[in-house]
């Protein structure tokens, strides 16, 4: 079992502004190294912008997002990207693969663009992570000829390529199944296992309750916090009871 270490990720007064509308206001949140954490909240109270602001896939209008001892608001946008691609995972509701590329090509290409490794590595490394998340029989084939659940596996491989100390997952399981958004947690449950931290927006109470720590936002305000003790599938339908306990009294 992994330790949690010090904040890695700390967001300190965030805002963000959409014309005159205030979609975050005066965020204060800090996400430890290791630790899996999902962000909630009704329609509209700004889970997704939250998420992307942290990760650094959009500026905030005020307030500091410290990754790594650095403020992202206050980096150029190529160096932002640089972190993004070098330290930083991301999972999306639909995979966004290149619809020209395999399976395979698809998860190498952030690899190589990184350049952290040799290529021959990031190729014996993708083959690794590929055989983890159970895809080697597809790997070959163009995206189009795959199911959705396959497609959000290789989805986490890419985000995995250049072994990452985050990942952020913005409604990973959405359009899936239940079965195979299940078969998709069960693989983000092992990689935060292994030490990676996970930071996901979801709406779906099975999702948030296999994290250790849930954020409820409510009209751009942080309302409460759930923490949980470390996933036990054993425990799965009591713990399920408790979030949505917990989140039908924050008016979810």
Same mark, same amino acid.
């Given at each position: 079992m992994k330790s949690r270490g010090n904040g890695m990720l700390k967001i300190k007064k965030l805002k963000k502004n959409f014309g005159d509308a205030e979609i975050l206001k005066d965020i204060d949140l800090e996400i430890k190294e290791g630790e899996m954490v999902a962000i909630m909240g009704p329609s509209g109270s700004g889970k997704s912008t939250l998420l992307y602001n942290i990760s650094g896939m959009d500026k905030p209008t005020g307030g500091e997002v410290i990754f790594d001892n650095m403020d992202l608001s206050k980096l150029t946008d190529e160096e932002i990207s640089d972190i993004r691609l070098k330290k930083m995972g991301f999972i999306f509701q639909n995979s966004h693969l290149l619809k020209n590329l395999t399976i395979k090509d698809n998860i190498i290409l952030p690899g190589f663009k990184a350049g952290l490794i040799s290529?021959?590595?990031?190729?014996?490394?993708?083959?690794?992570?590929?055989?983890?998340?159970?895809?080697?029989?597809?790997?070959?084939? &163009?995206? %189009?000829?795959?199911?959705?659940?396959? +497609?959000?596996? $290789? $989805?986490?491989?890419?985000?995995?390529? %250049?072994?990452?100390?985050?990942?952020?997952?913005?409604?990973?399981?959405? $359009?899936?199944?239940?079965?195979?958004?299940?078969?998709?947690? &069960?693989? +983000? %449950?092992?990689?935060?296992?292994?030490?990676?931290?996970?930071?996901?927006?979801?709406? &779906?109470?099975?999702?948030? $309750?296999?994290?250790?720590?849930?954020?409820?936002?409510? &009209?751009?305000?942080?309302?409460?916090?759930?923490?949980?003790?470390?996933?036990?599938?054993?425990?799965?339908?009591?713990?399920?009871?408790?979030?949505?306990?917990?989140?039908?009294? %924050?008016g979810f």
């Open positions: 290529r021959e590595d990031v190729l014996a490394y993708a083959d690794e992570i590929i055989e983890k998340v159970g895809i080697d029989g597809i790997k070959s084939n &163009d995206i %189009n000829k795959v199911s959705g659940g396959q +497609l959000q596996r $290789a $989805a986490i491989c890419r985000a995995l390529i %250049n072994k990452p100390r985050v990942i952020f997952g913005d409604e990973p399981t959405g $359009a899936l199944n239940s079965s195979s958004g299940k078969e998709v947690m &069960d693989i +983000l %449950n092992k990689i935060n296992d292994e030490g990676t931290t996970i930071v996901i927006s979801t709406h &779906d109470i099975r999702v948030a $309750a296999r994290t250790e720590r849930i954020v409820f936002l409510k &009209d751009g305000r942080i309302l409460d916090e759930l923490n949980l003790e470390k996933y036990d599938e054993k425990e799965v339908q009591s713990r399920e009871k408790l979030v949505t306990t917990w989140l039908e009294k %924050n």
